[in-house]
């Protein structure tokens, strides 16, 4: 767990020490210490809540810049669907597509091409006998991560297929030889353009032991003007676009439900916003969920569209992308009638390692005793969980307490005030 290498940072000279990001963390990864922040790395799952709602913006996710890459000689932009619905009156995706080309990529794969294929292999799949269901989507890398932290028991029912991403990634590299079979692999730079920071982390440490086919991930938000400047005049650098290769069903992957929706069948459930997710895997965990086949689960509002790395407002995105896909076909992706099994490059057998979030001990004997010892503490505490001690709940003052991660200045600020106001009752008496 030491070495998972994450996206989301702090900024420790912005920090106040407010405890607004301590008090959202859905897995209670971030502690105030010495007046400022520290994330847990073995409990971040680079959802990106601190970020969204740090009011000091000391929070912040790490991302590479376009232009320090310019020394592959075939550069291919993988722009994420949510990449169409931030453009103000965009009823064409090959715009967009063209201006990528302008600002300097020589090709472009629409990861929309490639969540058309994974819609219909996961039609395929669902078909499977004996697969645990609800099969729950590989989409999201933050809820495959808060799977293995949290939901060990419901690691077999993560969908064994890797995210459009990754199947983008690998056709857009074969297109590129094949086009150009001069080029040395080193040569080829496939930049993945995101809206979240979990794909970056995603990207940089894999998904269990696979390893990205991605060589560059750049930020939304940072391509997103240089893109808005090329628009106002395409076809500047020479270079034609194909056209887009992806329709309704692809773009749809953008917004929350769409992954769903592409199932063409009625018996899914699809939720959004981190909170929401694992209220759901809590759900389905104890088993008090419909019989339902498949669920898909976005840990942003609203899905990819509300990645803390875009520019509009994820609602607004998502009806932009509806006037976008309302001049698309349903899919130009579709399988034929003779394609009966899942490519074996498009499937996954790793899967996330349970980490669990709650070990106090290797020892089961000094675990027990550790236990105790917080349960003890925690009937001490005031037990309204305001956060002001730097921790976000009782509970998790009194583990920290115990388990010696709690410096001496971190104390329950609401005792100290009773004991004061009990010292100043019997000084005045």
Aim: with cysteine; charged share 20%.
């Amino acid at each position: 767990m030491d070495s998972y290498r994450h996206s989301v940072v702090l900024d420790v000279e912005k920090c106040t020490g407010c405890t607004t990001c301590v008090r959202h963390c859905p897995t209670e990864a971030i502690r105030i210490n010495g007046g400022h922040a520290e994330i847990n790395t073995d409990r971040c799952i680079d959802c990106g809540e601190c970020i969204r709602l740090c009011p000091h913006n000391a929070k912040k996710a790490m991302c590479s810049k376009f232009e320090h890459y310019l020394h592959y000689k075939w550069k291919v932009a993988m722009p994420a669907p949510a990449l169409f619905g931030q453009f103000d009156g965009l009823d064409d995706v090959d715009v967009v597509l063209q201006a990528l080309l302008d600002i300097g990529f020589d090709d472009v794969f629409e990861v929309a091409k490639a969540a058309e294929f994974v819609s219909a292999y996961t039609r395929m799949y669902l078909k499977t006998e004996g697969i645990k269901k609800p099969v729950i989507s590989s989409a999201c890398p933050v809820i495959s991560r808060l799977i293995s932290l949290r939901f060990p028991y419901l690691k077999d029912n993560i969908l064994p297929l890797l995210p459009p991403m990754e199947i983008a990634a690998m056709e857009a590299r074969n297109r590129a030889k094949a086009q150009h079979p001069e080029l040395k692999d080193k040569e080829i730079g496939v930049f993945f353009i995101t809206p979240c920071p979990a794909k970056v982390s995603y990207i940089r440490n894999g998904y269990g032991d696979y390893k990205s086919h991605v060589d560059v991930v750049v930020a939304l938000n940072d391509i997103y003007f240089q893109l808005l400047g090329a628009m106002k005049n395409p076809g500047k650098s020479g270079k034609k676009t194909a056209g887009s290769e992806a329709g309704m069903i692809g773009i749809g992957w953008a917004s929350s439900g769409g992954e769903s929706s592409a199932l063409l069948n009625d018996n899914y459930l699809y939720a959004d916003g981190i909170e929401n997710c694992i209220q759901v895997l809590d759900s389905i965990e104890n088993g008090n969920i419909p019989q339902i086949e498949f669920v898909e689960l976005n840990a942003c509002i609203g899905g990819c569209v509300g990645g803390i790395m875009t520019i509009e407002n994820p609602f607004i995105a998502k009806t932009r992308l509806q006037t976008v896909r309302r001049y698309l076909p349903v899919s130009k992706n579709f399988l034929t009638s003779d394609q009966t099994y899942i490519p074996e490059s498009f499937i996954t057998d790793s899967f996330p390692t349970y980490m669990p979030l709650a070990k106090l001990s290797d020892s089961m004997a000094e675990s027990m005793r550790m236990m105790a010892q917080i349960q003890q503490l925690r009937e001490t505490l005031p037990g309204i969980d305001c956060g002001a001690c730097g921790a976000p709940t009782c509970r998790a003052y009194a583990e920290d307490r115990v388990k010696g991660v709690a410096p001496p200045e971190r104390q329950c600020v609401v005792l100290q005030q009773r004991e004061q106001q009990k010292e100043n009752a019997n000084d005045s008496q």
